[in-house]
């Protein structure tokens, strides 16, 4: 059985309402840009909390921004990160205050 790298990226597929992977090459220096525009979002926010230079998290979901800031998810209209839309149509947000 071959292994198979993580997808880096998603995209909507409006036909069918679903969320699909893609493969294609992410360049490094889009990731990194995304991730400081991420985390100076977050480091504004009032439910930001630091407990370290390494380990900062959201108190409103509990999510380690080290690590979330860095996945790469699909945009809404209006650029909002979302994981999931669900049969009505309803998108969760990955930022619950959609911030980013």
Known sequence: MEARKPPTG???DQSTNTIKP???PFPQEDIDQLVNER???CKKCDNYLEENP????CKLCGCSLI????????????GKA?????PEGK???ICR???W
């Open 10 to 12: 998603f995209i909507v």
């Open 22 to 24: 893609i493969f294609d």
């Open 97 to 99: 205050l959609k911030k």
């Open 39 to 41: 985390l100076n979002i």
């Open 82 to 86: 979302f994981n999931l839309i669900y």
């Open 67 to 78: 690590f979330k800031v860095r996945l790469v998810y699909p945009f809404d209209q209006d």
């Open 91 to 93: 998108r969760s947000y």
């Open 54 to 57: 390494t380990r900062s998290i």
